[in-house]
């Protein structure tokens, strides 16, 4: 598409390629810093907004508040020193309408180009000036009559002092030039009306004259569309290769039958008990409750992946309290009653320890070894467990992190379960899924244990859709049954007081109470001083309540005799630091304050809140916070006060941060959308998972071209 010329700056010899950075050009090596340095990256890389220049318009027709672009020529240029120095210039046009120009900062070159008597073409915003309509300081050029017009409108491109827009404009314009481009998607794929990729591009870059600018800024031209669906599809693309990849391997086939209908089956342990029950059976029958018709859904979902020869790749989501861990446990039960091992890990030993002593509780009476591993536990200790893990006495494993260091060998381990796992760091969530994937021997194949992850920070709809697409996702929507919602109320810092006398009562009651210290960004030691001082005042404030205090710098030892204090009802309130936030379980706990509730995200309000609300007792929330509050922070906690539902909470905090925070810490831009928007492009989300499904099954070359062009290498798209 021919473009106009832009006469300032020098143009770039040639689009700039992968030059040794010391022979670049400033701009050249600022292009380069951006990482524009290949022609998709430069067509891909698409302006903030347009400026159209392709018409004039008549002196007559400015309005105060337009910008627009006029021609005229040069009536009076002249130094006016009040009320300061500036050059003013009157322009009239051939129909004798006048304009004003007005220019503060202004240069010798200034008056040689409007020089009176030079015809002039002159874009800007117009407004009320004292004398009438005017620019202030306008762009400006001189041209001849009949000079021709833009014939697209000009895109304006994030540009900086190193990287003139005049630059970026050639650059971007030679690296559309040179771009592979070439359709991959076959046209019947592509939704109706959408034009080619490269059309797309071209339009995005170079629109024509009269392309409505609301379309293309909010992102709703089909140009934008096609460009958000290549993207999508890629995603939808690469998803389903995982799965298919996932499909190839094998896992053992899991079926949790009484070890005699397993007679045939070499690799049942003969110190199997051998009771006719399936364990998972057995586990039920001694488990105080029934299971709610969700946890029983689940099961089966779970059941019949562990029962198939591919890895299970499935994500356990149910708010707080939704009784995720009984599920975990039979799930469990399933592996070992088939003879195979299962790892639990959770990510703090609060928490693995409380799921250790309810294993034990549930599933020792079964005649179940469970094995204990932990960063604290060491020495003799630790190698005895370390002993009955590799020679798979130990059917269950259970701990921290501890799970996954190199000296854990598995005599066969069948089921991975990783408690809360949006907790885990990426490098810990990737080592994690690589050593847990080293191959397992069985029956003479190389298989691969099943995986199940669990969380109570649910994915939302739309991102399971495009960034969780390789993975099988069972909710448990229903709590148990008997609960009373819990209460939310935010106080701001001056209610102290009637907080701290409002939790006497409750503990007077028999009821039990968390009190959780502000968050102190980091600094632990700031934490620690913080959640000390909170302690001794609220000793100090209530005499007769034994207050303990629990944080992450306690010796181990010592977290285990605070939290069983608590537990056992021996202990009225329990102040802490956030290492309660996931997973703790004391159902006669009914009151939670929550100090400087505005410096918590969302998802951390909503999963400490889950603390309470686990027994009968009705229970309450109180959010402290010192005013004023944060545009964010004020969304944050009326989210708390208006719903009590994880799902409800995700999606607003899903609108309050951004996708990110539910990927976990990613490197920049790293499979994280580009083009497409979640919220607004739903409907072409669905329309890509249907194209990528039916791409695979018809044109699996250009599928895996697609794949390609966006994740593939230094011609990544997404990277671009
Ligand atoms: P989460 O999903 O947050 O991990 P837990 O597994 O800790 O929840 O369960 C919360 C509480 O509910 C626990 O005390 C658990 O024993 C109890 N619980 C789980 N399932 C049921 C059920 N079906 N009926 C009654 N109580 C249940
Ligand atoms: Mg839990």
Known sequence: MPRAPTPSAPAPAAAPAAAPARTLSAPAKALHKLGLTHPVALALHLPLRYEDETRLTPLAEVRPGDTAQVEGTVRECKVELRPRRQLVVKLMDAEGDELVLRFVNFYPSHQKTLAVGQQVRVRGEVRHGFFGREMVHPSFKAVVDGAPLAETLTPVYPASAQLPQSYLRKAVAAGLQRANLHEVIPPELVPHGLPL???????????????????????????????????????????????????????????????????????????????????????LDVLPFGLTAAQQRVVAEITADLGRSQPMHRLLQGDVGAGKTVVAALAATVAMGAGWQCALMAPTEILAEQHFAKLVQWLEPLGITVAWLSGSRKGKARQAHLEAIANGQALLVVGTHAVIQSDVKFARLGLAIIDEQHRFGVAQRLALRQHLSAPAQGDGDVLEPHLLMMTATPIPRTLAMTHFADLDVSTIDELPPGRTPILTKVFTDARRDDVVARVAEEIERGRQAYWVCPLIEESETLDLQNAQATHEALAAALPHVTVGLLHGRLPAAEKAAVMAEFKEGRMGLLVATTVIEVGVD?????????????????????????????????????????????????????????????????????????????????????????????????????????????????????????????????LDYLQA
């Open 586 to 714: 004391v159902p006669n706990a009914s009151l939670m304050v929550i100090e400087h509730a505005e410096r918590f995200g969302l998802a951390q309000l909503h999963q400490l809140r889950g603390r309470v609300g686990r027994g009968a007792a009705a229970s309450v929330c109180v959010l402290l916070h010192t005013p004023p509050l944060s545009v964010s922070g004020k969304a944050r906690l009326k989210a708390m006060i208006e719903t009590t539902d994880g799902f409800e909470i995700a999606r607003r905090d899903l609108e309050i941060r951004g996708p990110g925070e539910f990927l976990g810490e990613r490197q920049s831009g790293d499979a994280l959308l580009r083009f497409a928007d979640l919220h607004e492009d739903e409907a072409l989300v669905q329309r890509a998972q249907a194209a990528a499904k039916l791409m695979w099954e018809r044109h699996p070359h250009a599928a895996m071209a697609q794949v390609r062009r966006w994740h593939g290498g230094h």
């Open 197 to 283: 990729l490269r059309d797309a591009l071209e339009v995005l870059h170079h629109p024509p004259p009269r392309t409505p600018l609301a379309a293309l800024e909010e992102r709703t031209h089909p140009a934008w569309q096609r460009l958000k669906f290549e993207e999508l599809l890629a995603q939808q693309l690469s998803q389903w290769q995982a799965r298919l990849e996932r499909a190839a391997r094998r896992a053992p086939q899991l079926h949790d039958t009484p070890p005699r209908q397993q007679a045939s089956d070499p690799a049942t342990p003969a110190d199997t008990p051998a009771e006719a029950q399936p364990l998972s059976q057995r586990l």
